[in-house]
């Protein structure tokens, strides 16, 4: 013969119960914990039954959907059957109403600030990125386009120029500033009877002056070309190269 509970001891796991569901909820309510995880009916039941009105719901958990269940003593089985034939006989919307007076409850999910801040700042840091280097990428792409076309301005002007003092009847020399020559016009080459053969880099403009002229040169027209940009005045011109 089974033994039946003593009265105290249900009491007390009642009480023990109660206290189990109801402190938790409180101390979130009074700030003295921050959450509280429960079922939808149980933390439904505590907000109305204890007025514990500054408690929401704030999100579903991880673990998964909470079956409702009732439990009745083995040795109790026409509750059973009764609470069965009970529930068997309610209707959808009977089922309803249970549902909506009981475990319909608004979510209200606070939004993280923070780490929405966090992402924007984030997003702005990257945007900044982008914008600086799409800018200047395409300060760079506009400065290489203006090189090009300056460079193919210079090719289209030292090829008009080349093709006038090829043409020109005039003698036409070009030197850097050490004397080495890199343009001598077919004009100039006929005058001083320089064999086309003959490579024009590997002459020297002082070659084509007397020695006198040549001291003049190094010592009042280069220095004028180095120091005004110009120097204008006559100089005798002799084929003396070697």
């Not at 796991?13 to 921050?34: E, G």
């Not at 040549?214 to 070697?242: I, N």
């Amino acid at each position: 013969m089974k033994k039946k509970l003593p009265l105290y001891r249900t009491f007390f796991v009642s009480i023990l119960v109660v206290l189990l569901l109801v402190l938790p909820s409180q101390a979130v309510a009074t700030t003295k914990a921050d959450t509280y995880v429960s079922n939808l009916a149980v933390a439904t039941w505590l907000i109305c039954e204890h007025g514990l009105n500054n408690l929401k719901i704030a999100a579903p958990t991880l673990f998964g959907p909470h079956e409702q269940a009732m439990g009745v003593r083995r040795d109790w089985p026409k509750l059973t059957s009764t609470l069965s034939k009970g529930f068997a006989a309610l209707g959808p919307e009977e089922h309803s109403a249970i549902k909506n007076r009981r475990l319909t409850v608004q979510y209200e999910q606070k939004i993280a600030y923070s780490l929405f801040w966090k992402s924007a700042l984030l997003f702005l840091v990257i945007l900044t990125i982008v914008l600086y280097w799409n800018r200047r990428l395409a300060r760079q792409i506009s400065a290489q386009i203006a090189a090009e076309q300056a460079h193919k301005e210079d090719s289209q002007n030292l090829a008009i120029f080349k093709e006038l003092t090829d043409s020109s009847g005039q003698g036409i020399v070009m030197a850097t500033l050490d004397a080495s020559i890199t343009y001598m016009n077919p004009a100039l080459r006929e005058m001083l009877s320089i064999d086309s053969s003959i490579d024009q880099f590997e002459m020297n403009i002082l070659n084509f002056y007397p020695h006198e002229f040549q001291v003049k040169m190094t010592k009042e027209v280069m220095p004028s070309v180095m120091e005004q940009g110009t120097w204008t005045g006559e100089l005798e011109l002799v084929y003396q190269h070697v």
